[in-house]
């Protein structure tokens, strides 16, 4: 018997088959994931590796908010840009859609340009109810990381501690 009819016999969660078997996922939180929504604004050293992190895994869909353009400089860090990223001069969140599609096409991404906080705040309400396993995002945490310094060098920052486990 193969891990994927031990876990699963339904083909679209073929894929995930080795962490289904993690305890609190299974099939029903897989299934979770695919629903689940996700903003993430800035797609640079963090912003790539968790948009990476949650292609693979399964969220259904993804919103990329970056302003800035591939740079040389991004590519010891930033792991989703390569060279060609650089002399076509793409946006980061253009460039990383295009390579998160070619991990999984099963994913829906989505483009954005820069948003303000208050805007940051309001849909990071709407999509707290949708996160999986009891996660969520907290206000605080991205209203810190939102100061004007913040603001006025990135657009818009989110890092992996606005979203938290719920007690």
């Given at each position: 018997?193969?891990?994927?009819?031990?876990?699963?016999?339904?083909?679209?969660?073929?894929?995930?088959?080795?962490?289904?078997?993690?305890?609190?996922?299974?099939?029903?939180?897989?299934?979770?994931?695919?629903?689940?929504?996700?903003?993430?604004?800035?797609?640079?050293?963090?912003?790539?590796?968790?948009?990476?992190?949650?292609?693979?895994?399964?969220?259904?869909?993804?919103r990329l908010v970056d302003r800035?353009?591939?740079?040389?400089?991004?590519?010891?860090?930033?792991?989703?840009?390569?060279?060609?990223?650089?002399?076509?001069?793409?946006?980061?969140?253009?460039?990383?859609?295009?390579?998160?599609?070619?991990?999984?096409?099963?994913?829906?991404?989505?483009?954005?340009?820069?948003?303000?906080?208050?805007?940051?705040?309001?849909?990071?309400?709407?999509?707290?109810?949708?996160?999986?396993?009891?996660?969520?995002?907290?206000?605080?945490?991205?209203?810190?990381?939102?100061?004007?310094?913040?603001?006025?060098?990135?657009?818009?920052?989110?890092?992996?501690?606005?979203?938290?486990?719920?007690?």
């Open positions: 018997m193969t891990a994927s009819t031990e876990t699963t016999s339904n083909p679209d969660l073929e894929r995930y088959s080795r962490q289904m078997r993690f305890f609190g996922i299974g099939e029903a939180g897989q299934k979770k994931l695919a629903g689940a929504r996700v903003l993430l604004c800035g797609v640079g050293a963090l912003g790539t590796v968790l948009a990476n992190t949650l292609a693979r895994a399964g969220v259904g869909f993804i800035d353009f591939v740079e040389l400089s991004n590519l010891q860090r930033q792991v989703l840009f390569d060279e060609e990223d650089v002399r076509s001069n793409t946006p980061k969140a253009e460039a990383a859609a295009t390579k998160l599609r070619q991990i999984n096409s099963q994913v829906t991404y989505e483009l954005s340009s820069p948003i303000s906080t208050a805007q940051i705040l309001k849909h990071s309400q709407q999509m707290s109810t949708s996160l999986p396993m009891g996660l969520t995002i907290s206000r605080s945490a991205i209203s810190s990381m939102m100061s004007p310094s913040n603001r006025a060098n990135h657009g818009c920052t989110v890092a992996a501690s606005a979203v938290t486990a719920k007690p």
